[in-house]
Every structure is written in structure tokens, then in C-alpha cells.
Nanobody, 122 residues
Framework: QVQLVESGGGLVQAGGSLRLSCAAS????????MAWFRQAPGKEREFAAA????????RYADSVKGRFTISRDNAKNTVYMQMNSLKPEDTAVYYC???????????????WGQGTQVTVSS
């Protein structure tokens, strides 16, 4: 069992930066693929970034590639996402998720946080 709690969301102007954190509880965190998904109002939840259990592999959606960076600290049971050059279209609720598979579809993730709101003003 993995429990996830996100933090770090907020209101920022276009071009600004935010760093999201996801604190995990449970002994299996270090064996899980961790990912960030996001969901804008009226839209489906979409993949943003994923990192493998050992941090050696990462994957990004084209929409965030080059602007967002996912990282993890297994000693602290925490995964991060540094978001730079934010755009109004990045506005969404951002969710942290954990999976036993190296995958980036919603259905592959069994554990989810409650989400944190990111709002980017123009």
C-alpha cells in the first residue's frame, strides 16, 4: 500500500516556476514507478512525466518536455516535479501516482494522491 500527498501548487504568472512535491508512505515506494498526471477543467486526466524506481529513466509528455523535470529521493520517499516556463495551458490539478509497471497510462497506476492545483495566469 502506498499513500501519496502532493504539495507545492499555487498561482503563478506565465513564465514563472513552481516545484511540486509528493510525499509517499509505505515500504514499497522505492520499487514503484512514480508519475505526475494533470487534469484541466472539462478535460481528461493526462500524463505529464514519469520516473523509474531507481531514477535512471524518465519520460515526458511532449507538451512539457524541456520545461518540466521529474526527480525522486528514495531516502525521503519523495518525488518532485520542477516546472519552469509555465504557460496558462499548464493550469490544472496535478496528481502524483505510483505504479508497479513502467507505463504512462492512467490505468497502470493503482495509487493516487488527492491533487494540488496549479494556476498560471497570463
Amino acid at each position: 500500500q502506498v499513500q501519496l500527498v502532493e504539495s507545492g501548487g499555487g498561482l503563478v504568472q506565465a513564465g514563472g516556476s513552481l516545484r511540486l512535491s509528493c510525499a509517499a508512505s509505505g515500504r514499497t515506494f522505492s520499487s514503484k514507478t512514480m508519475a505526475w498526471f494533470r487534469q484541466a477543467p472539462g478535460k481528461e486526466r493526462e500524463f505529464a512525466a514519469a520516473i523509474s524506481w531507481n531514477g535512471r529513466n524518465t519520460r515526458y509528455a511532449d507538451s512539457v518536455k524541456g520545461r518540466f523535470t521529474i526527480s525522486r529521493d528514495n531516502a525521503k520517499n519523495t518525488v518532485y516535479m520542477q516546472m519552469n516556463s509555465l504557460k496558462p495551458e499548464d493550469t490544472a490539478v496535478y496528481y502524483c501516482a505510483a505504479s508497479s509497471a513502467w507505463d504512462w497510462v492512467v490505468a497502470a497506476y493503482a495509487y493516487w494522491g488527492q491533487g494540488t492545483q496549479v494556476t498560471v495566469s497570463s
